[in-house]
C-alpha cells in the first residue's frame, strides 16, 4: 500500500515517505513520524496547514508572556520523549467503546468519536537540570471529550486536528482512529497555563492485542515519573 497521504506516492520503503509509522513494540499504535520526501510533503500540505497555523499562534501566545516559552518548550521536549508511552495508553483507554457490545462497527464509531487524554503535570524540583523526560511529574490522567475540556471557541480547530490524524493513518495504514492527549502543567504561576496537545492515532485491527485488561493508568503514570522512555 502506500506509505504516505500523497495519492501520487509510489514509495514502498517505510524508510523513505513514511506516514504514520507503526510503533515497532506495538503495532497496533501509529506514530506521527514524518519522513516524507518534498513533493510528498506539499501534497500533504493542504490539511496540515491548519494544524500549523494552530501551533504557530500557541507559540506566539507563550512568546507574548516572559517565561513561558521557556515553559513550553521543556513540555514539548517531555511530551515528546514519551509520545509512545502515551500514544500506547490513549488506545488503551478508549479501545473498548470499538469492540461489542458497545460498537458493531468501528468505522462508524471513529468517525464519532471525540476523545481527549488528559495527563496532568507538575514541574519537578531543578527541572531546568533534569533530563528532558524528567523535567515534570505526573499528576493524574483521565479521559475527557472535545466538547467537555476545549472552550468553544478551539473546538472547531481540536476536530479539525483529530480528523486529520483519523484520516492520514486510515490512508496509509487503513481503518483507524485517534485520540487526543493533552499535556498541561497545573503547578505554573505564568497567566496562560502552558499545554501541549498532540494527536495519537491507533489501528481499528486488535487482532495484535494480546492482553484483554491492561492497567493503562498506572503504566502511564509509572513511565512518566520514572523517566522510562519506549
Not at 104 to 117: F, H, M, N, Q, Y
Not at 129 to 156: G, N, W
Request: proline share 6%; hydrophobic share 35%; charged share 25%.
Amino acid at each position: 500500500g502506500l506509505c504516505c497521504g500523497n495519492a501520487a506516492c509510489a514509495s514502498s520503503s517505510d524508510t523513505v515517505c513514511a506516514f504514520p509509522n507503526s510503533h515497532p513494540r506495538h503495532p497496533w499504535l501509529l506514530t506521527d513520524d514524518i519522513s516524507q520526501s518534498v513533493e510528498c510533503q506539499r501534497a500533504a500540505w493542504p490539511g496540515h496547514k491548519r494544524i500549523c497555523k494552530g501551533r504557530r499562534e500557541v507559540q506566539a501566545q507563550f512568546e507574548s508572556v516572559p517565561g513561558c516559552l521557556e515553559t513550553y518548550t521543556a513540555l514539548r521536549e517531555f511530551s515528546g520523549k514519551h509520545r509512545s508511552t502515551a500514544g500506547a495508553c490513549a488506545f488503551q483507554s478508549v479501545r473498548y467503546y470499538y469492540l461489542p457490545p458497545r460498537s458493531s462497527d468501528p468505522i462508524a464509531t471513529s468517525k464519532v468519536r471525540e476523545d481527549v487524554l488528559v495527563i496532568h503535570l507538575r514541574t519537578r524540583p531543578n527541572a531546568e537540570e533534569a533530563r528532558a523526560e524528567k523535567r515534570f511529574f505526573a499528576t493524574d490522567v483521565h479521559l475527557e471529550t472535545i466538547s467537555s475540556y476545549f472552550r468553544e471557541e478551539q473546538r472547531e480547530d481540536m476536530r479539525a486536528r483529530l480528523k486529520w490524524s483519523r484520516e492520514e493513518a486510515t490512508r496509509n495504514r487503513g481503518p483507524a482512529s485517534a485520540v487526543l492527549v493533552v499535556w498541561v502543567v497545573d503547578d505554573s504561576t505564568l497567566p496562560v497555563r502552558p499545554a501541549s496537545v498532540m494527536p495519537s492515532s491507533f489501528s481499528l485491527d486488535q487482532s495484535e492485542v494480546s492482553w484483554l485488561a491492561f492497567p493503562w493508568k498506572a503504566y502511564l503514570l509509572r513511565n512518566l515519573n520514572e523517566g522510562i522512555v519506549l
